[in-house]
């Protein structure tokens, strides 16, 4: 079996109660037939339209050796550094694609000056912008961040004297905006599915265009995931699809005190590398709205969260032989997982669609994620002078939606202050828009804040978690408290034809999303602003403790 799935103690109750009523009712045949009308009437209009990766596999295969051929062509031409500009799905499936096959691919995801310029430059063993090729993967064209991305590699390989027209290609909706002007332009297109949305995208166009191009095995993945679609599709107790279903969403659906509405996604060992950001996409904008959801959090094996489990968060772990690791008595009541990384794909696409099902939501639509954007818009146009710190510490500036939180007028004071506005069954949302390239031990600042809180806490850089946890935060249940952190540096890069920055934009897109948080769903913000971030981690993180 290409993949494992076993399930202890609680959780095993849950899929017991659960998983016999979606047999029953044909759930896993029905979206096989791709049939719309399973999440009710309000969501079949949408559905309708969504379920065309049910049939990715197929659709796909022709796509392998015109990827090939381009592959071959490029590498003959000295072209052997692949850059990805896109958001969500469009650069996370490409990312764990080519991470777990081992080989290089250069993901732009953000708007922060310092990636983008080191994106813009390359680096000695890589080469430079004379050995790249940049591939723009946005279904419409139209997301801010992956536009600027085009304008600015398209500048700079004019300025070398380079037709960009030779080294851009474009992955987008046929008929979209960006179909139409990148075909114009003279640009290599790839037509994607327009029935499958962004975050089920993984084995369409959007996953395997940049994964191939950067040297991945497109067939192998194809097998992989092929191999599991007849396991999928049967209305079988045996269903992998339907056993995680139940598992992930079953528990969520419970009363007080069994309700388990948060996923520990830890990656125990397995060969299959950053596939819990992948998962945490998938299900955070697929089930985070009308007040209701599933909650990933990426951990580590040793997070506070595991050692202290909190009574609402349920773990999954993914590990290389599942059907082993059961018998460890440490697992008790875990969800265990292993698979292929195709097999992984297809099994957690079906999962989520049917705990959509289970949470009585439109796991297909995104309702919450334009909120940021037009208030990031909003701000770009206005530009309005920045809100007045309430206090510096450190050189850190601190800015609050609400006055009492920091009361206190220290980092620390104001962190105890922010959990102690965590409700009951509520988690921590860390935001960081800085350059993670340049910070990337920012990221361990989730450990630190997961037992200071003693809640849940989920991780995210900024931009790019817009486009995944986002939705959940604004649209799930609320129960959140946010803390952003941003940074000043004096790196920035212009944007052809626009009238701001990468610099403002990364700015604006962090005081956008901290006022529609606020102001407008009435959620408590932080914000910290590092002046001189290299030095100033250190105090945040003694803070945090």
Known sequence: MSFDIH??????????????????????????????????????QEAAQRLGWVDAVSVSRPLVADIAALRADMVAKGLTRIVLAGMGGSSLAPE?????????????????????LAALDGDAEAGGLAQTVLVVSSKSGSTVETDSAKRAFEAAFRDLGIDPAERIIVVTDPGSPLDASARQDGYRVFNADPTVGGRYSALTAFGLVPAGLAGVDLDELLDEADA????????????????????????????????????????????????????????????????????????????????????????????????????????????LISGSLGAQFVVWEYATAIAGRLLGIDPFDQPDVES???????????????????????????RVSDPALAASGTIAGVLDALWARVPAGGYVAIQAYVNRLALPELSGLRELVAADSGRPTTFGWGPRFLHSTGQYHKGGPAT??????????????????????FGELIEAQAAGDASVLATGHGRPVVTLTLTDPQLEVLSLFEAAQ
Do not use: C
């Open 7 to 44: 399930v202890s103690g609680h959780v095993k109750s849950v899929v017991d109660d659960v998983l016999p009523s979606l047999v029953s009712e044909l759930v896993a045949s029905g979206i096989t037939a791709e049939d719309p009308t399973l999440w009710g009437p309000a969501a079949e």
């Open 96 to 116: 764990v694609i080519a991470q777990t096959s081992g080989v290089p691919l250069v993901i732009l995801d953000s708007t922060s000056p310092g990636q983008v």
């Open 228 to 335: 599991t679609l007849l396991e999928v599709a049967i209305d079988s107790p045996e269903n992998p699809a339907l056993v995680l279903a139940a598992a992930i969403a079953g528990g969520a659906v419970s009363s007080a005190p069994d309700r388990r509405d948060k996923l520990g996604l830890i990656s125990d060992g397995t060969h299959l590398v950053g596939l819990p950001d992948w998962i945490e996409q998938l299900i955070a904008e697929s089930t985070g709205k009308d007040g209701t959801g599933l909650l990933p959090v990426v951990m580590l094996p040793v997070s506070p969260e595991v050692e202290n489990r909190p009574g609402d968060l349920q773990i999954v772990r993914l590990v290389d032989e599942a059907a082993q690791f059961h018998l460890f008595e440490r697992h008790e009541g875990e969800i």
């Open 372 to 398: 940021a954007k037009t208030a990031t818009r909003g701000l770009l146009e206005a530009r309005p002078d920045a809100t007045r710190a309430a206090f510096v510490a450190d050189g850190v500036e601190v």
């Open 480 to 501: 959140g408290v946010f803390l952003q952190i941003t940074e000043r540096t004096d790196v920035d890069v212009e944007i052809p034809g626009r009238p701001f920055t």
